[in-house]
């Protein structure tokens, strides 16, 4: 008498004399076993999650917490405005500089240190560099 695995679902044992599993019999003869599959939280796996929901009890009640310490957060500071959704807090932003307002040397500088292609320059300095032959 030995034990093998059911050779319909490959899962579970079963004795060789038997032909499946009890599981298998029963889809086979249309007794589906209910969908007792419980879901698990997604945030800590750890819990079921409530129902209707992806989440536990648990973080759930986290979650509101931190939801209500962000608002009285933000009512503190003197409410949202369009700055504070972007986390920068009232801090006033120089408008962009053209090529124009950047001094020569800075913006040559700034091309070399990312590698930019400045043409003419990399002309001069080929030409430098190349000895007369």
Do not use: T
Not at 69 to 82: I, S, T, V, Y
Not at 102 to 124: K, Q, S, T, V, Y
């Amino acid at each position: 008498m030995a034990i093998i695995k059911c050779p319909r679902c490959d899962i579970n044992f079963i004795r060789e004399e038997e032909g499946y599993c009890s599981i298998c019999k029963r889809e086979m003869r249309g007794e589906m076993p209910k969908d007792d599959a419980v879901e698990m939280c997604i945030e800590c796996g750890e819990h079921p999650a409530v129902p209707g929901e992806e989440l536990c009890a648990f973080c759930l009640a986290d979650r509101k917490a931190a939801g209500e310490a962000l608002e009285d957060d933000a009512a503190e500071e003197g409410g949202e405005g369009e700055d504070d959704e972007l986390g920068l807090g009232g801090m006033e932003l120089d408008p962009l500089q053209s090529d124009d307002e950047i001094p020569e040397e800075e913006r040559e500088r700034i091309h070399r240190e990312l590698g930019f292609d400045d043409g003419a320059a990399d002309e001069e300095e080929e030409d430098k560099e190349e000895p007369a032959i």
